[in-house]
């Protein structure tokens, strides 16, 4: 239950009562970046946060206006942060009918408004094997590697928390080897891809409720491979191409 209290936490920091209506996003990585990272680029106050999807988001600030923000903004992308985002936060909460993504039953969470850059796979339980669904959205992102070969991928395999930690990091390793394979035979170099497992390490939505009862509509979501577009660096692509 520690990630839905670290949730809960997160919510009742964005509620709009602080007055606190724009977050800024320096950047988001596909794996953690050392605090130096941005100490040694000047900037100071950095906070860490990782989405539902394993996507390492560091963040700078909050702000009451807009123009506040866009000039954080500006502050990064002078220091070497091209992709720094002004994050609104009443358009998320508007987006996603709540004012967190997390109780609106989201289980994508901010990442979702990234389109195809940031997206996943699902699976049945206890299997690796790609669904209809979860090739034709391969086949997209292989289209998207073959126009653009400066892109690189991260598949990150998740399970639910059924069965053994060890199991599981098992299961969610053949889950991300079988999209990459998959993407291979369409043609994507297998040095443009890189593989992480999180198991049952990074639910996207809880297996269990507060009482302790199994919601099996919600392990569905947590039976995954997230599939992320890089840059050069590592850093998350932020556009759609």
């Known amino acids: 239950m520690r990630l839905f209290f670290t949730l809960l936490l997160f919510c009742f920091a964005l509620a709009p009562v602080r007055a606190q209506n724009f977050r800024v996003q320096a950047a988001a990585f596909a794996a953690p970046v050392a605090p130096a990272y941005f100490k040694d680029r000047g900037v100071e106050g950095v906070i860490g ?56 039953g989201n289980p994508m969470g901010a990442a979702s408004g990234m389109g195809m850059n940031v997206s996943s796979i699902y699976f049945e339980s206890g299997v690796a094997s790609l669904s209809a669904e979860a090739k034709q959205e391969l086949d997209r992102y292989a289209g998207l590697l073959r126009d653009y070969p400066e892109l690189k991928l991260s598949l990150t395999g998740h399970t639910d928390a059924l069965g053994n930690a060890q199991s599981n990091v098992e299961l969610a390793t053949t889950r991300a080897r079988a999209a990459r394979d998959y993407l291979i035979a369409r043609g994507v170099r297998a040095d443009r891809m890189f593989l992480n497992v999180a198991g049952e390490a990074q639910p996207a939505m809880d297996n269990q409720d507060f009482y302790g009862n199994d919601l099996p509509k919600n392990r569905r979501w947590n039976r995954r491979v997230v599939l992320a577009i890089l840059k050069e660096g590592g850093e998350i692509e932020p556009e759609n191409r």
């Open 49 to 104: 946060s990782t989405d539902a999807n394993g996507i390492y988001r560091y963040f700078v600030g909050n702000y009451a206006t807009l123009e506040e923000a866009e000039a954080a903004r500006d502050l990064l992308v002078a220091k070497g942060f091209p992709n720094a985002t002004v994050i609104d936060l009443a358009v998320q909460r508007a987006l996603y009918e709540s004012p967190c993504t997390y109780f609106a």
